[in-house]
């Protein structure tokens, strides 16, 4: 039975909610790095860093994903060069 693999499909599957949980978290590491660089790294001073890390947090954003982000719109990375648009 040719293309009936249950491992294929869980596969397929599973690459397809990886896809977009990649997009969705690259789009919040993209916010959160810009509030950074707009406000400060710090959650209690910035608001809208605050917001987006809550927003990262509710669709379960890892907590290392959002210390990179912070990181890179401190400008600790030097590939990063995210602006407000």
Same mark, same amino acid.
């Given at each position: 039975?040719?293309?009936?693999?249950?491992?294929?499909? &869980? !596969?397929?599957?599973?690459?397809?909610?990886? *896809?977009?949980?990649?997009?969705?978290?690259?789009?919040?590491?993209?916010?959160?790095? #810009?509030? #950074?660089? $707009? /406000?400060?790294? @710090? #959650?209690? $001073?910035?608001?809208?860093?605050?917001?987006?890390? =809550? =927003?990262?947090? $509710?669709?379960? !954003?890892? *907590?290392?994903? &959002?210390?990179?982000? &912070?990181?890179?719109?401190? /400008?600790?990375?030097? @590939?990063?060069?995210?602006?407000? #648009?």
């Amino acid at each position: 039975m040719a293309g009936h693999s249950k491992f294929k499909n &869980i !596969m397929h599957r599973k690459g397809a909610q990886d *896809k977009k949980r990649a997009k969705v978290f690259s789009r919040l590491g993209r916010e959160i790095a #810009v509030a #950074v660089k $707009s /406000g400060g790294p @710090d #959650v209690d $001073s910035n608001i809208r860093l605050r917001s987006a890390i =809550t =927003t990262a947090k $509710s669709l379960n !954003m890892p *907590k290392d994903n &959002i210390d990179r982000a &912070i990181k890179k719109g401190e /400008g600790n990375d030097p @590939d990063s060069n995210y602006e407000e #648009v």
